[in-house]
Nanobody, 128 residues
Framework: HVQLVESGGGSVQAGGSLRLSCAVSRAPWRSACMGWFRQIPGNEREAVATIYTNGGGTDYGDSVKGRFTISLDNAKNTVYLQMDNMKPNDTATYYC??????????????????????WGQGTQVTVS
Protein backbone atom coordinates (compact mmCIF):
# COMPACT_ATOMS: atom_id res chain seq x y z
CA HIS A 1 0.00 0.00 0.00
CA VAL A 2 0.96 3.58 -0.47
CA GLN A 3 2.32 5.01 2.75
CA LEU A 4 2.35 8.68 3.69
CA VAL A 5 4.15 10.11 6.69
CA GLU A 6 3.64 13.74 7.68
CA SER A 7 5.99 15.81 9.75
CA GLY A 8 6.53 19.44 10.65
CA GLY A 9 3.43 20.23 12.63
CA GLY A 10 3.54 22.21 15.82
CA SER A 11 2.55 25.46 17.46
CA VAL A 12 3.28 28.91 16.10
CA GLN A 13 2.21 32.44 16.79
CA ALA A 14 -0.03 34.30 14.41
CA GLY A 15 2.05 35.67 11.57
CA GLY A 16 4.58 32.89 11.87
CA SER A 17 5.46 30.05 9.53
CA LEU A 18 5.59 26.28 9.41
CA ARG A 19 6.59 23.82 6.73
CA LEU A 20 4.89 20.47 6.59
CA SER A 21 6.49 17.51 4.85
CA CYS A 22 4.91 14.34 3.51
CA ALA A 23 7.19 11.45 2.62
CA VAL A 24 5.60 9.07 0.14
CA SER A 25 6.47 5.39 -0.17
CA ARG A 26 5.26 2.68 -2.54
CA ALA A 27 3.50 5.10 -4.82
CA PRO A 28 3.60 5.81 -8.56
CA TRP A 29 5.12 9.18 -7.81
CA ARG A 30 5.23 10.40 -11.40
CA SER A 31 1.53 9.76 -11.95
CA ALA A 32 -0.07 10.97 -8.76
CA CYS A 33 -2.08 13.74 -7.25
CA MET A 34 -0.85 14.89 -3.88
CA GLY A 35 -3.00 16.94 -1.59
CA TRP A 36 -2.98 18.64 1.75
CA PHE A 37 -6.26 18.69 3.64
CA ARG A 38 -7.13 19.96 7.07
CA GLN A 39 -9.89 19.23 9.51
CA ILE A 40 -11.33 20.88 12.59
CA PRO A 41 -13.34 18.55 14.84
CA GLY A 42 -16.97 18.56 13.76
CA ASN A 43 -16.19 19.76 10.25
CA GLU A 44 -15.51 17.91 7.04
CA ARG A 45 -12.03 17.87 5.66
CA GLU A 46 -11.09 20.97 3.72
CA ALA A 47 -8.75 20.98 0.75
CA VAL A 48 -5.78 23.23 1.41
CA ALA A 49 -3.63 22.61 -1.66
CA THR A 50 -3.11 20.03 -4.38
CA ILE A 51 -0.35 19.35 -6.86
CA TYR A 52 0.12 16.93 -9.74
CA THR A 53 3.50 15.22 -9.72
CA ASN A 54 3.82 15.15 -13.51
CA GLY A 55 3.73 18.78 -14.51
CA GLY A 56 3.15 20.52 -11.21
CA GLY A 57 -0.35 21.84 -11.73
CA THR A 58 -1.52 23.31 -8.43
CA ASP A 59 -4.67 24.49 -6.75
CA TYR A 60 -5.30 26.22 -3.43
CA GLY A 61 -8.18 26.76 -1.12
CA ASP A 62 -9.44 30.32 -1.10
CA SER A 63 -8.56 30.85 2.54
CA VAL A 64 -4.86 30.08 2.01
CA LYS A 65 -4.15 31.62 -1.39
CA GLY A 66 -1.15 33.89 -1.21
CA ARG A 67 -0.04 32.44 2.12
CA PHE A 68 0.55 28.72 1.55
CA THR A 69 2.66 27.06 -1.12
CA ILE A 70 2.68 23.40 -2.10
CA SER A 71 5.80 21.98 -3.74
CA LEU A 72 7.53 18.72 -4.64
CA ASP A 73 10.94 17.20 -4.22
CA ASN A 74 10.96 14.50 -6.87
CA ALA A 75 14.29 13.09 -5.74
CA LYS A 76 12.90 12.43 -2.27
CA ASN A 77 9.30 11.60 -3.22
CA THR A 78 8.21 14.27 -0.80
CA VAL A 79 5.54 16.94 -0.93
CA TYR A 80 5.76 20.09 1.16
CA LEU A 81 3.34 22.68 2.39
CA GLN A 82 4.97 25.97 3.23
CA MET A 83 2.64 27.97 5.45
CA ASP A 84 3.40 31.65 5.91
CA ASN A 85 1.54 34.45 7.66
CA MET A 86 -0.40 31.90 9.63
CA LYS A 87 -3.66 32.80 11.28
CA PRO A 88 -5.57 31.28 14.21
CA ASN A 89 -8.13 29.91 11.74
CA ASP A 90 -5.36 27.74 10.28
CA THR A 91 -5.45 25.66 13.46
CA ALA A 92 -6.41 22.13 12.45
CA THR A 93 -5.16 18.64 11.90
CA TYR A 94 -3.40 18.55 8.54
CA TYR A 95 -3.43 15.43 6.39
CA CYS A 96 -1.39 14.42 3.40
CA UNK A 97 -3.28 12.47 0.75
CA UNK A 98 -2.51 10.77 -2.55
CA UNK A 99 -4.31 9.31 -5.53
CA UNK A 100 -3.09 7.53 -8.63
CA UNK A 101 -3.87 9.67 -11.64
CA UNK A 102 -2.49 9.37 -15.16
CA UNK A 103 -3.08 12.76 -16.73
CA UNK A 104 -1.50 15.26 -19.04
CA UNK A 105 0.97 17.85 -17.91
CA UNK A 106 -0.48 20.77 -15.94
CA UNK A 107 -3.44 18.72 -14.78
CA UNK A 108 -5.13 20.25 -11.74
CA UNK A 109 -5.95 17.63 -9.14
CA UNK A 110 -9.38 17.33 -7.54
CA UNK A 111 -10.09 19.07 -4.27
CA UNK A 112 -12.69 16.65 -2.91
CA UNK A 113 -11.30 14.37 -0.24
CA UNK A 114 -13.10 11.25 -1.48
CA UNK A 115 -10.97 11.36 -4.63
CA UNK A 116 -7.91 10.44 -2.58
CA UNK A 117 -7.42 6.82 -1.65
CA UNK A 118 -4.38 7.11 0.59
CA TRP A 119 -3.96 9.22 3.70
CA GLY A 120 -1.40 9.95 6.32
CA GLN A 121 -2.17 9.94 10.02
CA GLY A 122 -2.27 13.70 10.29
CA THR A 123 -0.20 16.29 12.10
CA GLN A 124 -1.54 18.95 14.43
CA VAL A 125 -1.01 22.61 13.67
CA THR A 126 -1.92 25.21 16.27
CA VAL A 127 -1.76 28.95 15.71
CA SER A 128 -2.20 31.24 18.69
Amino acid sequence: HVQLVESGGGSVQAGGSLRLSCAVSRAPWRSACMGWFRQIPGNEREAVATIYTNGGGTDYGDSVKGRFTISLDNAKNTVYLQMDNMKPNDTATYYCAARVSSRTSRYVCPSNDDAYAYWGQGTQVTVS
